[in-house]
Every structure is written in structure tokens, then in C-alpha cells.
């Protein structure tokens, strides 16, 4: 949005919590450390006690929202449209030290929190515009939140198709199959590696990625975890390639997809409108869904869909993605087509029409 924004001579600050990844290169950045929280004993029975009596949901919440509005009122921003990336008690909070300034509160997930913060949200602590990466999403916040029908507008997720982009050649042997993202039962990788186990009954002409970790790269392996560990020896020991990296950094993971043909979004969840189906799309990978929250509304005709929790329908069209070269050729050039309508100077473009920047 950034690099999007600059093409047209606008320059924003971007205010953001330190973390232990490398952040993208913009110049005009503030970082700012989330405090520490207390390491003595009894500290979750304090943290608990202070959720419910201040509706904060972390126990230094309100702390380093003071020091995003110091930022603010440090770089002289106080009069600049602030958009917000789901955090609706920073949009509260704001309100307060700025009352008269241009909020756009943005949400990615379908975010919680307290009852005090939900009724100050819908109230005399609303955003001038309220935003979410789908009509599900949307309409998801319009409900919890209690705001008229129609008040949240739609701001799709986009995808960087300059850095995403498909392989010069498509890689030679066996396709394979490739699935991205966190490690965990909601994400389904369980059932991308049940689905392959019965396709192997029928062809082994095929392989198997999973880039992702269950904690981002850090913890140790879980009941969940060991089992996908079985699933994936039970396809090795049928022939089947399986390649699992774990944690894969963002600036490597193009070059991950593009050793794919084929990308499965198997969640179980309700996905707001997932990056992860977007970027196997622009990486030109034929795309196999589950049709949950805002999914739909990104593939769009432009690739296969399948039920929450649907293993047959999922391993048929699997199957299909597998053995039949010319649907999956298809397939890729329709999922190119439609993720190029989601590059992110469009959506840039498309928040300039909303929040009147």
C-alpha cells in the first residue's frame, strides 16, 4: 500500500510494534516496543482482574496505545486519515485523543473484544469508516458490533504480483502439491494429507509440500502435529514425495509456491479472505479451496471449492488437479487472471475512493 501510495506522491508513516522479523523497507516507520508484562507469580490472576474491570484485553494495551498517540503527536500527524489494522480499542482510544481526526478502522479477522469497548465502538467511539477484507468479514462486523446494515465497506486483500508471480518454466517431473500456512487443526493441512493417501491408492504421480510451522516457527510438536508427522511416513511409505521445511520467511516464500503446481486451501475456519489462496493464485498455481468466509469471494469461478471438512469432494478434486494436464493448465491461468485483479495498487486506489484520501 505503501510503495502504491508513493507512485502518487504521498509518503505515510507507518506506526508498528517491534517483532523479531525483518520488517519491510519504508523510511517513514516508527516502531514501537510493546511493554513487558510482569514475570512474577499470580500475574495471569492480575491480568484476568484488569481485562474485566478496564476491558483492556492485555495488561499493557492501553500503555502502548498511549505511545501510538504520542508517535502521532510526535511526527504532527494529528490530521492525517489513520488507518487501522484490526485493533478496534486502538480505534476507541483514538477517538478520545482525536476527536476530530479521520479513523479508518480496518479489519482482517473477525476481531473481539470487551463488552465496554464493543458498545464504545458502535458509539461515541466509532471510526469515521469502518473497513474488512470481504463482505462475509464485513457483514460479520455489522453484527457483533451493532452497527447499521451496510455501514462496513469492503477493502479486499491484495497481493503483491510482482513478487508473486509464476515460474519462467513450470517445473519439471510429477506436480506438486503444495499447501501454506500455520500448522494447526483450523488450517486442515490433515486433510490435504488424507485426500493425497487416497489419491495414492489410484496414482503416485504426484508430490507433496507443507511450508508453514505451528507456532511461526517456534515450539515444540503437539498431539496435532505427530499426526500429521503419521499421515505424512504413512505417504512416503506408498511412494509419495512429502517435503515439509517448516517455517518458511516471508521474502522466501514466492520462491517456495513457485515449486508448486497445484495449491490447497483446505481451512476449516471461516477465512476473512486469505492471503495465503491469493499468493498460490498470482504464483499462477491451479487452486483447490474450501469455501468458508470470505474464500468465495476471491476465487470466484477461478478455481475448485469443496465443503468445510468435505473429504471426498477434496480428494475428487484433487484427483482431477493430478492426473488431468490441461484442467490444471486451465486452472492456473484462471487463478493468475483473477488474483491480478486483487494487485495492491487497486486496492490502494479503491481505499483513496472510501476513506477520501
Same mark, same amino acid.
Given at each position: 500500500m505503501c510503495r502504491c501510495a508513493q507512485k502518487e506522491g504521498i509518503e505515510p508513516l507507518v506506526i508498528s510494534k517491534t517483532m523479531g522479523v525483518q520488517p519491510y523497507e519504508w523510511p517513514n516507520t516508527v516502531l514501537i516496543p510493546y511493554? *513487558?508484562?510482569l514475570q512474577v507469580k499470580g500475574a495471569g490472576r492480575l491480568y484476568k482482574l484488569q481485562q474485566k474491570f478496564t476491558g483492556w484485553g492485555h495488561i499493557h494495551q492501553k500503555a502502548y496505545?498511549? %505511545? =501510538? @498517540?504520542? @508517535?502521532?503527536r510526535d511526527k504532527k500527524a494529528e490530521s492525517l486519515p489513520v488507518v487501522l489494522h484490526n485493533d478496534p480499542e486502538l480505534s476507541v482510544f483514538l477517538r478520545e485523543q482525536f476527536p476530530d481526526a479521520r479513523i479508518i478502522s480496518h479489519f482482517y479477522n473477525q476481531?473481539?473484544? #470487551?463488552?465496554k469497548f464493543r458498545i464504545k465502538f458502535g458509539g461515541s467511539g466509532a471510526p469515521t469508516l469502518s473497513t474488512a =477484507? #470481504?463482505?462475509f468479514t464485513a457483514r460479520w462486523v455489522e453484527s457483533y458490533y451493532k452497527v447499521p446494515g451496510g455501514s462496513v465497506k469492503t477493502l479486499y486483500n491484495g497481493v503483491d504480483c510482482q513478487r508473486f508471480c509464476p515460474a519462467e518454466t513450470v517445473p519439471s517431473g510429477a506436480p506438486a502439491v503444495n499447501f501454506v500456512g500455520r500448522i494447526s487443526v483450523d488450517k486442515g493441512p490433515d486433510l490435504l494429507l488424507e485426500a493425497a493417501l487416497r489419491l495414492a491408492r489410484s496414482s503416485k504421480d504426484f508430490k507433496l509440500q507443507l511450508l508453514g510451522s505451528t507456532f511461526w516457527g517456534g515450539g515444540a510438536p503437539d498431539k496435532y502435529t505427530q499426526e500429521l508427522e503419521r499421515l505424512a511416513a504413512d505417504l512416503k511409505a506408498q511412494g509419495i514425495e512429502v517435503r515439509i521445511p517448516g517455517f518458511i520467511d516471508r521474502w522466501e516464500l514466492p520462491q517456495e509456491? %513457485? *515449486?508448486a503446481q497445484i495449491h490447497v486451501v483446505p481451512s476449516r475456519w471461516d477465512e476473512p479472505f486469505a492471503l495465503s489462496t491469493l499468493e498460490g493464485m498470482a504464483t499462477g498455481l491451479a487452486t483447490i479451496t474450501s469455501s468458508t468466509g470470505g474464500t468465495p469471494e476471491a476465487v470466484r469461478g477461478a478455481g475448485l471449492m469443496f465443503n468445510r471438512d468435505d473429504l471426498d469432494t477434496l480428494t475428487d478434486e484433487l484427483t482431477q488437479m493430478v492426473t488431468d494436464h490441461d484442467l490444471r493448465k486451465r486452472y492456473a491461468a484462471l487463478a493468475l487472471e483473477r488474483a491480478q485483479e486483487f494487485a495492491w495498487d487497486k486496492i490502494w486506489r479503491r481505499l483513496r475512493e472510501l476513506a477520501g484520501i
Amino acid at each position: 500500500m505503501c510503495r502504491c501510495a508513493q507512485k502518487e506522491g504521498i509518503e505515510p508513516l507507518v506506526i508498528s510494534k517491534t517483532m523479531g522479523v525483518q520488517p519491510y523497507e519504508w523510511p517513514n516507520t516508527v516502531l514501537i516496543p510493546y511493554p *513487558k508484562g510482569l514475570q512474577v507469580k499470580g500475574a495471569g490472576r492480575l491480568y484476568k482482574l484488569q481485562q474485566k474491570f478496564t476491558g483492556w484485553g492485555h495488561i499493557h494495551q492501553k500503555a502502548y496505545n498511549i %505511545r =501510538v @498517540a504520542q @508517535a502521532i503527536r510526535d511526527k504532527k500527524a494529528e490530521s492525517l486519515p489513520v488507518v487501522l489494522h484490526n485493533d478496534p480499542e486502538l480505534s476507541v482510544f483514538l477517538r478520545e485523543q482525536f476527536p476530530d481526526a479521520r479513523i479508518i478502522s480496518h479489519f482482517y479477522n473477525q476481531n473481539t473484544c #470487551s463488552e465496554k469497548f464493543r458498545i464504545k465502538f458502535g458509539g461515541s467511539g466509532a471510526p469515521t469508516l469502518s473497513t474488512a =477484507v #470481504s463482505d462475509f468479514t464485513a457483514r460479520w462486523v455489522e453484527s457483533y458490533y451493532k452497527v447499521p446494515g451496510g455501514s462496513v465497506k469492503t477493502l479486499y486483500n491484495g497481493v503483491d504480483c510482482q513478487r508473486f508471480c509464476p515460474a519462467e518454466t513450470v517445473p519439471s517431473g510429477a506436480p506438486a502439491v503444495n499447501f501454506v500456512g500455520r500448522i494447526s487443526v483450523d488450517k486442515g493441512p490433515d486433510l490435504l494429507l488424507e485426500a493425497a493417501l487416497r489419491l495414492a491408492r489410484s496414482s503416485k504421480d504426484f508430490k507433496l509440500q507443507l511450508l508453514g510451522s505451528t507456532f511461526w516457527g517456534g515450539g515444540a510438536p503437539d498431539k496435532y502435529t505427530q499426526e500429521l508427522e503419521r499421515l505424512a511416513a504413512d505417504l512416503k511409505a506408498q511412494g509419495i514425495e512429502v517435503r515439509i521445511p517448516g517455517f518458511i520467511d516471508r521474502w522466501e516464500l514466492p520462491q517456495e509456491l %513457485r *515449486k508448486a503446481q497445484i495449491h490447497v486451501v483446505p481451512s476449516r475456519w471461516d477465512e476473512p479472505f486469505a492471503l495465503s489462496t491469493l499468493e498460490g493464485m498470482a504464483t499462477g498455481l491451479a487452486t483447490i479451496t474450501s469455501s468458508t468466509g470470505g474464500t468465495p469471494e476471491a476465487v470466484r469461478g477461478a478455481g475448485l471449492m469443496f465443503n468445510r471438512d468435505d473429504l471426498d469432494t477434496l480428494t475428487d478434486e484433487l484427483t482431477q488437479m493430478v492426473t488431468d494436464h490441461d484442467l490444471r493448465k486451465r486452472y492456473a491461468a484462471l487463478a493468475l487472471e483473477r488474483a491480478q485483479e486483487f494487485a495492491w495498487d487497486k486496492i490502494w486506489r479503491r481505499l483513496r475512493e472510501l476513506a477520501g484520501i
